[in-house]
């Protein structure tokens, strides 16, 4: 009986361990899939002039001053109904871009906003989060129309829907 039950508490370590090196096994098989399977890639180190990396995409634009546009009034997308869409836009220029330099360029950002702002909808730009997602569009519009230069982004001064 004393041998029965030695074999037993044998028989429980032996299964004791056997369980904890399963476990073992298994937290290390799920890190394993985490980090080759799950994990976000890391960032790569950019090294300037390497693999076709902007420069540009990679400088500090510092802001500089504020160039107030005046206010637009568009007609928005809305089939069936004369819906309008009255804003005030500013345009964040570079440090070094002056307010005077642009005043015979606001044309190429009134064009951007009213071809942006016309494309959209009441329903859209009533939409939670809309106006920021405006701001950000025109951000990246405008700025592209100046050719990623003079112009930082845009702030929305004014922003009236009827």
Not at 63 to 83: A, C, H, K, S, Y
Not at 115 to 129: K, N, T, V
């Amino acid at each position: 009986m004393a041998k029965k039950k030695k074999k037993a508490s044998d028989e429980e370590e032996e299964g004791g361990k056997s369980k904890g090196k399963m476990i073992v096994v298994g937290l290390v098989g799920l890190a394993a899939v985490y980090k080759f399977v799950l994990a976000p890639a890391p960032a790569e180190e950019a090294v300037d002039g390497v693999d076709g990396i902007d420069e540009q995409a990679e400088r500090v634009i510092e802001e500089g001053d504020i160039f107030p546009m005046e206010e637009l009034v568009v007609n928005l997308t809305d089939p069936g109904e004369n819906r309008y869409l009255r804003v005030g836009l500013a345009l964040v220029l570079e440090a070094g871009t002056s307010v005077e330099s642009m005043e015979t360029e606001a044309p190429i950002a009134v064009d951007a906003a009213i071809d942006y702002l016309s494309a959209q909808s009441f329903e859209a730009l009533r939409a939670p989060g809309s106006k920021t997602v405006v701001r950000e569009e025109l951000s990246t519009l405008i700025r592209a129309a100046y050719d990623d230069e003079k112009v930082v982004r845009v702030l929305l001064t004014t922003f009236v829907m009827q």
